[in-house]
């Protein structure tokens, strides 16, 4: 199985920081990533189907697909 590229993991390493505001999160995605939020987040949650980015980031990705499968059962 292919490694996830530098674009991903950077996107996982990101997602694992705390940030104090949705604001300045999403200034950050812009300034350091260099992405629209809105692809930031579809690139996050395809992330999160990725069997690679669990192994790379187990703690985060299951952490956000908890948060995803709660919001989901909220609907």
């Given at each position: 199985?292919?490694?996830?590229?530098?674009?991903?993991?950077?996107v996982?390493?990101?997602?694992?920081?705390?940030?104090?505001?949705?604001?300045?999160?999403?200034?950050?995605i812009?300034?350091?990533?260099?992405?629209?939020?809105?692809?930031?987040?579809?690139?996050l949650?395809?992330?999160?189907?990725?069997?690679?980015?669990?192994?790379?980031?187990?703690?985060?990705?299951?952490?956000?697909?908890?948060?995803?499968?709660?919001?989901?059962?909220?609907?």
């Open positions: 199985m292919e490694s996830l590229g530098e674009r991903e993991k950077a996982l390493a990101f997602e694992g920081r705390g940030f104090e505001s949705p604001g300045a999160k999403e200034r950050a812009r300034e350091e990533l260099d992405l629209a939020p809105v692809r930031y987040y579809q690139l949650n395809a992330l999160l189907d990725d069997p690679r980015a669990l192994e790379a980031a187990p703690v985060t990705v299951n952490r956000l697909r908890r948060v995803r499968e709660e919001r989901r059962s909220h609907r």
